[in-house]
């Protein structure tokens, strides 16, 4: 490995406690503790994805994970959104549109709120995560100063140069570097603008290292050694991995989900608003094709649309029936490999370090 990017990788690894530059993403609903576990065992960093997690919920997650592993994790959370503007006749016909797919959507459906970010922000500090990590925008001042003096270090997700430049100013101790091919949502810090900023993390990675004074986390379209070591190359100090993940045995994710992944070419995944009302890449599945289509309702904003399509998503979650699942997968969806995380985390490392 040429000596810039060891020391690079060595110095990231070094301030925040790991052996290898391989973090977990963090994913809501798919990240288990034992996942978490494996990844920080292996010498990587375990993730929790906190957006929909109550106060109680985030600190019994800290616990669980330090009773399996003595490695870091990062908790996240999302930065609210503001308050959307509500259509009562359109939500009655995406309700009427979402029957087909799932159980009858009571008009309240549509009411669900975002979780109470300021009381998960004071479970994260009294759970002490070794990082705490942001989406979809940055925490204010005041959180930041709080973070700092918990001894919290701050990743902080962005989708291009301006949102990181942001980020940074903000205080945050790293970037995460989303490229488009990433499964989940994508964390354009304005709902609005995200389909337009569609970058892939070829183009975004070098972008960020060059400018920013912070290290740099690769994120989306990395499954195995090869993703690693090209991150690395172009600037990254660490990678971030989430769909790689989600079929290894600690994942607890249905069946269906698991074997369509490994099933899954690059353009089998969508971004799509279909599901939360938020931009995000997931398999295309029959409901995605029939709710992207030009004669189907136009998807609710977030979190109105996540409201409604919330029982169709439990539904099919848990009749292990793909169609109407709620699938999210990178474009990389391939790569992802059955057997246990370590393995996962150890076959990336060693091809990795063998390119570079
Ligand atoms: C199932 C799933 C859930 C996700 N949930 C979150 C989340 O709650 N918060 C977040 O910041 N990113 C979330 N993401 C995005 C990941 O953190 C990360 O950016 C992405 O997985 C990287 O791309 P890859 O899936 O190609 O590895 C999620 C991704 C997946 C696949």
């Not at 459906?109 to 009381?119: I, K, L, S, T």
């Amino acid at each position: 490995m040429t000596p810039d990017i060891r020391q690079r990788a060595d110095r990231f690894c070094q301030r925040f406690g790991i052996a290898l530059p391989i973090l977990l993403a963090p994913m809501a609903g798919a990240c288990p503790v034992a996942l978490s576990a494996a990844v920080a065992n292996a010498g990587g960093m375990g993730a929790m994805g906190a957006v929909l997690s109550t106060p109680e919920q985030i600190g019994q997650w800290m616990d669980d994970f330090r009773r399996q592993s003595d490695g870091p994790a990062q908790v996240n959370v999302w930065v609210p959104d503001p308050a959307p503007a509500r259509d009562a006749a359109a939500e009655a016909a995406t309700r009427a549109f979402l029957e087909r797919w799932g159980p009858p959507v009571p008009a309240s459906a549509g009411d669900a709120g975002p979780a109470d970010f300021d009381a998960q922000f004071d479970a994260l500090i009294a759970a002490r995560p070794a990082v705490a990590s942001t989406i979809m925008g940055v925490f204010s001042a005041a959180q930041a100063r709080r973070l700092k003096a918990a001894g919290i270090a701050w990743f902080a997700c962005a989708t291009t140069l301006d949102e990181a430049l942001r980020a940074q100013a903000a205080g945050a101790d790293a970037v995460v570097a989303q490229g488009m091919e990433a499964g989940g949502h994508r964390g354009a810090f304005e709902a609005a603008r995200a389909d337009a900023q569609m970058s892939g993390l070829f183009a975004l990675l070098p972008r960020l290292a060059d400018r920013l004074d912070v290290p740099v986390i690769a994120a989306g379209g990395i499954g195995d050694g090869r993703g690693v070591a090209a991150a690395l190359m172009l600037g990254a100090s660490a990678v971030q991995v989430g769909t790689a993940f989600l079929a290894a045995d600690e994942s607890t994710i249905p069946d269906a989900w698991k074997q369509a992944l490994t099933a899954a070419e690059p353009e089998h995944t969508r971004a799509t608003r279909v599901f939360s009302g938020r931009l995000g890449r997931a398999l295309d599945t029959g409901y995605v094709r029939a709710a992207e289509a030009a004669d189907a309702p136009r998807p609710q904003p977030y979190p109105v649309q996540r409201g409604l399509t919330a029982g169709m998503r439990r539904q099919a979650q848990a009749d292990n029936r793909l169609d109407a699942m709620q699938a999210w997968a990178g474009q990389s969806a391939w790569m992802a490999r059955r057997g246990p995380a370590a393995a996962v985390v150890q076959g990336m490392w060693q091809q990795a370090q063998a390119l570079l």
